[in-house]
């Protein structure tokens, strides 16, 4: 059985394929994204993956109220799901709010440059420091 964290890494790859997808115009079902990722059904995926899709449109605004002369979009695909993830956590979830900045943080250290990683951690911590749930 998965731990928490490498069930977020999974969330993450199947947000970014259907960020991919969603350019190509092909059409794709999250549950076959998800299974391909996952071997045991996980309500917790299947439940952060709907939710993120669901409140795309939020979780963008969101985001791009908080970086500076910049937008969402412009980040490359893995970078926006990890950032997504972690508002989704934070805005939507009652995950504790240090976990779930902590942990789209060491996923940034794992997929994304430096820089990015630390424009991710000052977003939500802007996030977390303005926004109420």
Known sequence: ??????LREIIMKVIYQTYILDTTKNDYKIEDLIK????VENEYVNTCVQGIKEHQKEIDKLANKYMNNWTIDRLNKVDKAIL????YELMYTNTPSVVA?????ELSKKYSEEAV???INGILDKIYHEEEK
């Open 1 to 6: 059985m998965k731990n928490r964290s490498e």
């Open 36 to 39: 391909e990722q996952l071997e």
């Open 84 to 87: 997504s993830l972690g508002i």
């Open 101 to 105: 900045i902590n942990e789209a943080i």
């Open 117 to 119: 990683t630390k424009m």
